[in-house]
């Protein structure tokens, strides 16, 4: 079954972490402020509940860096 | 699909066997024209091989090829003869000898795939001598699919897929994030086949000798030749090539043997690993797999008992942290970070708290990035840590196993 999942474009993030303070359950910031996912993949996969908070993030990031894809 | 046995892997010249006089006359004389094949024999014949990238990931040929050919429209094939890693020879080393085997594989996977296009990417020491090569071929009347050369800059990550298309498009040759698969849309949008010039010389030559030939070196899981570039404490560095398998005291002595006694070998390159310097332990996926390495683009590095595998390690580290594209949050600030983490221990600096800062600093960058620079980075630090774990000891206690 697939699944929602947060896409991170690297080259456009910016560490502002407006998505690690709508997603705290997901992510968390790195040393220098880049959002780093709690279940330690590279694209967290989004729970049912939380895909409203995760569609404001990707509507609020400041570059856009971010994605919802399908896997 | 197995033939009969191979004889046990060992260096032995393919590629670059047979005269290199740099004229197409005498290629033509020792390879014979080139066939012509449809994508679908094409495919069948380089699965039977078994052949793999010689790029440094080593996917397997045909799956790349039959992702193109199933995207059903004008294909775009690029060579990458980039070769970004510094400790790499061997792309430069076939370009000068053999430009026709490449040139060869270029054209009947162009052909193949009905491209529109097709491109080599090499770095500015190979320019000319693969526009006179291209040149010859145009007057021989060889390329039914027109050759465009472009000028790789000479960066560590100018030869990542993405990296390619970009400086190919005219834009900086640094990665991009991966929205679709370069293999369903690439360069302007056409599905992409972007191959390491060694791949493709391959092709060239298995299409003329059969599967059968090309699985008679390297061994059965592993099977053919792959081009290695020897260096460090060895007599005499230099482009080797052997069938996969081989054992590493059989390249270090194709590079006129080791200077010194050795403590560790670099396998893979700086996003490789180190592994003991064991002349029996044979140069393969499967025997390095275990030290967190692979063959990689076949760079071997010798390391003496005299040097420091910190301090080796430290450097590259430092060299790589230098050659992030700068895109990349995690990658611009963790990579110096690890590196002077690492140099901190290097220099013996006894703080207690240092390996378990490298590991988390190797795991913080892994994955965060849109390439494996930092992945590759961090792969060869761990590696690091595990090969020369005694000296991690020494260090911390201020003294230095290898230097006094």
């Known amino acids: 079954m697939s699944e929602h999942r947060l896409h991170i474009d690297w080259t456009a993030c910016d560490g502002r972490g407006l998505c690690a303070e709508l997603l705290p359950e997901l992510l968390v910031e790195d040393d220098w402020g880049y959002p780093v996912s709690r279940d330690g993949t590279a694209e967290p996969a989004i729970p049912r509940r939380l895909e409203g908070p995760a569609q404001r993030a990707v509507d609020r990031c400041p570059a856009l860096a971010l994605r919802l894809v399908r896997r | ?404």
């Open chain 2, 1 to 404: 699909m197995t033939t009969a046995a191979a004889a046990p892997a060992r260096v032995e010249r393919r590629l670059l066997a047979g005269p290199a006089d740099g004229r197409l006359e005498t290629y033509l004389a020792t390879h014979g024209r080139l066939p012509v094949l449809d994508a679908p024999r094409l495919i069948e014949v380089l699965r039977e091989a078994g052949l793999t990238g010689h790029g440094g990931a080593g996917f397997p040929a045909w799956r790349k090829l039959s992702a193109v050919h199933a995207a059903r429209r004008p294909a775009v094939v690029i060579a990458n003869g980039a070769e970004g890693e510094p400790a790499s020879g061997k792309d430069k080393a076939l370009l000068g000898a053999q430009p026709q085997l490449v040139l060869d594989g270029l054209q009947l996977v162009a052909r193949a795939l009905g491209a529109s296009g097709a491109h080599i990417y090499v770095t500015a020491a190979s320019v000319a001598g693969v526009r006179s090569a291209l040149a010859e071929r145009h007057r021989a009347g060889l390329d039914q699919v027109a050759v465009n050369v472009h000028v790789a800059p000479d960066t560590f990550v100018s030869g990542e897929e993405s990296a390619v298309l970009a400086a190919i498009s005219g834009r900086p040759a640094v990665p991009a994030d991966k929205r679709v698969r370069i293999v369903e849309s690439g360069l302007g949008g056409a599905p992409t086949l972007v191959q390491n010039v060694e791949t493709l010389a391959h092709i060239a030559q298995i299409v003329r000798y059969g599967p059968g030939w090309f699985r008679s070196a390297g061994t059965s899981d592993e099977p053919g030749t792959f081009l290695a570039t020897i260096g460090g404490a060895v007599l005499s560095p230099g482009v080797v090539e052997a069938g996969y398998g081989v054992p590493l005291g059989d390249l270090i002595d194709a590079a006129g043997g080791a200077t010194e006694p050795l403590q560790a070998v670099l396998v893979g390159g700086y996003h490789g690993g180190w592994v003991p310097p064991n002349p029996d332990l044979p140069v393969s996926r499967a025997a390095m797999t275990p030290y967190g390495a692979s063959p990689g683009a076949g760079i071997v590095l010798a390391l003496p008992v005299g040097a420091c595998g910190l301090a080796e390690t430290a450097r590259i580290a430092g060299y790589l942290a230098g050659q992030a594209a700068g895109q990349c949050g995690p990658c611009i600030n963790g990579l110096p970070r690890l590196a002077d983490t690492l140099t901190d221990l290097a220099r013996r600096r006894a703080r207690p708290g240092l390996p378990a800062e490298v590991e988390r600093l190797a795991a913080l960058v892994t994955g965060r990035g849109a390439c494996r620079h930092p992945d590759g980075t961090a792969r060869l630090i761990r590696s690091s840590l595990r090969a020369f774990e005694s000296d991690v000891a020494a260090h911390l206690s201020g003294r230095c196993l290898a230097v006094r």
